[in-house]
């Protein structure tokens, strides 16, 4: 019974450990090995032990080609993995527009967020995917969607790295150029190494103070055009945007 027990222990392990073909081809970049493995009718979704599918590995590794060539075989666009980590999540954190598109059109949800409330969208407007930011909205992606961990939209991630191309399409479908990040309700300081104290910010944060904040001079203008409150201010010491710019030393 004991060595019956110990095959059967060793057999699962190796059926656990056992590499999936299509996987480790897409994961080395191996096209050949791809279009071969599909030819043999090979498991287009099936995934790995973190959830991984062929398609979230070629998105992953930036691979358009591939990605179109799983989606023309039937992958699963809206397939997540354990950490619900999409092909779509990681296509818009590549900032590859042409994958966000071909996903989008394969019927992936431009609203499938992770970890604490990233959509897709943020992820475009983080990475200044303006094609990304097109299709994603055209697709239905909602865009003044907050985050859980500070309350903040696609268009506050868009300016806070000054992609103005991006902004301007956020703005042009809807984006609130006047909301507020979340405002916490505590007051204190921590101690940093040598006795230095650092502030936690409360947030509260519009998109204007986040680009002033930045020094992302071509993202205030779009925001100031598209009538962004140049005086509202901050609330933890009534900053106005001007007052951000100039304590970060933002002088243009």
Same mark, same amino acid.
């Given at each position: /019974?004991?060595? *019956?027990?110990?095959? #059967?222990?060793?057999? +699962?392990? &190796?059926?656990?450990?056992?590499?999936?073909?299509?996987?480790?081809?897409?994961?080395?970049?191996?096209?050949? $090995?791809?279009?071969?493995?599909?030819?043999?009718?090979? @498991? =287009?979704?099936? $995934?790995? =032990?973190?959830? /991984? !599918?062929?398609?979230?590995?070629?998105?992953?590794?930036?691979?358009?080609? !591939?990605?179109?060539?799983?989606?023309?075989?039937? $992958?699963?666009?809206?397939?997540?993995?354990?950490?619900?980590?999409?092909? *779509? &999540?990681?296509?818009?954190?590549?900032?590859?527009?042409? %994958?966000?598109?071909?996903?989008?059109?394969?019927?992936? @949800?431009?609203?499938?967020? #992770?970890?604490?409330?990233? !959509?897709?969208? %943020?992820?475009?407007?983080?990475?200044?995917?303006?094609?990304?930011?097109?299709?994603?909205? +055209?697709?239905?992606?909602? =865009?003044?969607?907050?985050?859980?961990?500070?309350?903040?939209?696609?268009? %506050?991630?868009?300016?806070?790295?000054?992609?103005?191309?991006?902004?301007?399409? *956020?703005?042009?479908?809807?984006?609130?150029?006047? =909301?507020?990040?979340?405002?916490?309700? #505590?007051? #204190?300081?921590?101690?940093?190494?040598?006795?230095?104290?650092?502030?936690?910010?409360?947030?509260?944060?519009?998109? *204007?103070?986040? $680009?002033?904040?930045?020094?992302?001079?071509? &993202?205030?203008?779009?925001?100031?055009?598209?009538? +962004?409150?140049?005086?509202?201010?901050?609330?933890?010491?009534?900053?106005?945007?001007?007052?951000?710019?100039?304590?970060?030393?933002?002088?243009?």
């Amino acid at each position: /019974m004991r060595t *019956l027990c110990a095959t #059967f222990a060793v057999l +699962a392990v &190796s059926a656990f450990a056992a590499p999936n073909g299509l996987i480790e081809a897409v994961k080395n970049h191996d096209g050949a $090995a791809v279009r071969s493995l599909l030819k043999q009718k090979a @498991d =287009v979704n099936a $995934a790995d =032990v973190d959830g /991984m !599918t062929p398609l979230i590995w070629a998105a992953h590794n930036d691979d358009v080609e !591939t990605v179109k060539l799983l989606l023309a075989d039937g $992958a699963n666009a809206k397939a997540a993995n354990r950490y619900d980590i999409t092909a *779509l &999540s990681e296509a818009a954190n590549a900032g590859d527009g042409a %994958m966000i598109e071909a996903l989008v059109k394969a019927g992936a @949800d431009s609203n499938a967020a #992770f970890g604490e409330g990233e !959509t897709p969208l %943020m992820t475009a407007s983080r990475t200044g995917s303006a094609a990304g930011v097109k299709a994603l909205l +055209a697709a239905g992606a909602k =865009v003044n969607a907050t985050d859980r961990f500070r309350g903040q939209t696609a268009l %506050m991630w868009a300016v806070s790295e000054n992609h103005a191309d991006v902004a301007k399409l *956020l703005i042009a479908a809807g984006a609130d150029v006047n =909301v507020r990040s979340t405002l916490y309700d #505590f007051s #204190f300081r921590k101690v940093a190494a040598g006795g230095t104290q650092a502030v936690y910010s409360r947030g509260g944060l519009t998109a *204007l103070l986040l $680009a002033a904040r930045q020094g992302a001079t071509e &993202s205030a203008k779009v925001l100031l055009d598209a009538g +962004a409150d140049i005086n509202l201010a901050e609330q933890d010491y009534n900053f106005t945007p001007l007052l951000e710019a100039i304590y970060n030393d933002h002088y243009d």
